[in-house]
């Protein structure tokens, strides 16, 4: 996505339009993709990477429209970040199971640093976190075992691969009341689970068999991201279905 940053444009009144469709739906709340995996950022970084809205042909901070909209109205407001980036240098290319390029020999992982990018990471989550005013939830994407990380790479100095204690404690700390999602691979830490791509067939449960909090994770059609000639869209009434049988076993 890097060489569209420059015909990357955004109309005014996008977030405005934006509120009172979630009104008029219903909704309580909405969860912005500050970041996905491409690296690309929604918001100004403050000098950690230039690969963001300000930027670009947009030339502003859309987390900061995006915000402002919506409490105006009162709904409440989420950001969703990505704890991959596979446009930054010290994150693993080669050999990493989900990288685009993971499979391109020419991307060797030598000379990347993977403390220097934990680093990066955090400062961007700390941004998030401080510059914002009060924030509601915050939904981490994604983790996976250490084992389906590249071997030639060292993967941090923390109890998991994104020193996801630390990151947990930055966010609590800045945003005591703000909801976690369970994507941080710490057991026990989050607020609510996150099935994806599925409906579980009875209420959600810990392991030892206590009722939790869950909200579905589902998309519009078969693809996460903008595809010009998607063909799998969902139904009106198949989302309708979805979307009773969630509520129905107490999902959201």
């Known amino acids: 996505y890097e060489k569209l940053t420059a015909k990357f ?19 309580k709340y909405i969860t912005l993709t500050t970041r996905h995996h491409d690296g690309f950022s929604l918001y100004d970084t403050c000098g950690l990477n230039d690969l963001d809205a300000p ?8 987390v900061r429209e995006f915000v402002d909209a ?7 407001v989420g950001f969703y970040y990505s704890l991959l980036d596979w446009h930054h240098p010290d994150y693993p290319h080669y050999g990493d199971k989900f ?5 391109d020999p020419t991307q060797e992982n030598s000379g990347r640093d993977f403390d220097r990018y934990l ?5 961007q989550v700390r941004e998030l976190c401080e510059n914002y005013g009060k924030l509601d939830i915050l939904w981490f994407d994604f983790s996976y075992p250490d084992k389906e990380h590249p071997e030639d790479i060292t993967l941090g100095k923390g109890h998991t691969h994104w020193e996801s204690e630390e990151l947990l404690k930055t966010a609590r700390a800045i945003q005591p009341d703000i909801i976690i999602d369970n994507r941080l691979d710490l057991p026990g830490s989050a607020d609510i689970v996150t099935p994806e791509q599925y ?28 595809h010009r000639d998607e063909t799998t869209w969902k139904s009106p009434e198949m989302l ?3 979307l009773v049988n969630t509520v129905s076993i107490g999902g959201n």
Request: overall charge positive; charged content about 25%; glycine content about 12%.
């Open 240 to 242: 309708i279905r979805m």
């Open 55 to 62: 930027h670009s042909a947009a030339g502003r901070d859309l």
């Open 9 to 27: 444009k955004i109309k005014k009144n996008w977030a405005k339009e934006l509120v009172s469709a979630a009104k008029s739906a219903g909704c």
């Open 199 to 226: 409906t579980p067939g009875k209420p959600m449960q810990d392991e030892e068999g206590n009722p939790v909090a869950w909200e579905g994770c589902q998309t519009f059609s078969g693809s996460w991201g903008y």
């Open 70 to 76: 919506f409490r105006a109205e009162g709904l409440q």
């Open 119 to 123: 680093e990066y990471m955090h400062g």
């Open 99 to 103: 990288h685009p390029l993971r499979n």
